[in-house]
C-alpha cells in the first residue's frame, strides 16, 4: 500500500492544494492531507477550522468534479515531518511545483527530509496553469479586499473567509 503524504500549513486550503492531492490519488493507494502544527507561520485560522476546511474542500471537489475521495484522509501532525511520515506504508512526500521560483526551497526541503530519514523521498506534480498562480496568503489578501476569488476556493472556504474577514471588520467598527 502506497501512501502519499501532503503537508502544509493550509491557511486555508485552496483549488490548487485540492487539484494536487486529488492526482496524487489517482497515482497513489492513499492519500494524507498533513496540517503541519509548528508551522512557522501565523495562521489566520485555528488548526480545527483549518481541519474543517480541508475536509468540506475534499468533499466539494470530489462531488464537483465526480472523483473518489474514498483514498483521502485528513490529520495534523507536531514535529518534523520525516519522522511522521514513517508513521505509513510506503510513504512518499507530495509536493506541487507551482513556478521554478518554488524549486529552490522545494529542493531544499527534498533534501534536507532526505537528510533527516534517507528512507523519505518526495515527489512533486507540476501544479494546473489554472491554479499556479495562487497561495493561501495572495487568497486571504484579496478576501481581505473584498475582490474576486469565488472561484479559486471551495464554496465553504469562500463562506469562512467572508466571514472571517467581515466580522474582524465589524469588530474594528469598520462596518
Ligand atoms: N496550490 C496553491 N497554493 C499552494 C500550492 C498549490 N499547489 N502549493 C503551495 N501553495 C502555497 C501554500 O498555501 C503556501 O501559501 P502561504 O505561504 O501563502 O501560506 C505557499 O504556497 C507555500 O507553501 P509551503 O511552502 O508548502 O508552506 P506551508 O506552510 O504550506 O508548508 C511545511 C510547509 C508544513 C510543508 C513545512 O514547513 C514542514 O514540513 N514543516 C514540518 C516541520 C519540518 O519537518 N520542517 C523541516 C522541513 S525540511
Redesign the pocket.
Known amino acids: 500500500m502506497t501512501t502519499a503524504i501532503y ?5 486555508p ?5 485540492l ?2 492531492a486529488f492526482r496524487a490519488a489517482s497515482l497513489f493507494d492513499k492519500v494524507v492531507f ?3 502544527i ?4 501565523k495562521c489566520l485560522f485555528t488548526l480545527e477550522e483549518r481541519l474543517d476546511m480541508i475536509r468540506q474542500g475534499i468533499a466539494h471537489y470530489a462531488k464537483e468534479k465526480n472523483l473518489n475521495d474514498s483514498n483521502i484522509e485528513v490529520t495534523q ?1 507536531d ?6 511520515v514513517m508513521k505509513y506504508e510506503k510513504p512518499a512526500i507530495i ?4 513556478a521554478v521560483t ?1 524549486f529552490e ?2 529542493y ?3 533534501l ?2 532526505r537528510y ?1 530519514n534517507y528512507q523519505v523521498d518526495t515527489l512533486f ?1 507540476i ?2 496553469l489554472r ?2 498562480f ?7 489578501e484579496i478576501a481581505r479586499h473584498n475582490g474576486d476569488y469565488k472561484k479559486l476556493v471551495p464554496p465553504y472556504v469562500y463562506g469562512r473567509l467572508w466571514e472571517k474577514f467581515n466580522n474582524q471588520s465589524r469588530e474594528n467598527g469598520k462596518v
Open positions: 503537508p502544509g500549513s493550509y491557511d486550503v485552496t483549488y490548487g492544494h487539484n494536487i498533513a496540517l503541519a509548528n508551522s512557522s507561520k501532525f514535529g518534523l515531518l520525516a519522522n511522521f509536493r506541487g511545483l507551482r518554488d526551497y522545494e531544499q526541503m527534498a534536507m527530509n533527516q506534480l501544479a494546473s491554479y499556479s495562487l497561495s493561501s496568503s495572495i487568497i486571504k
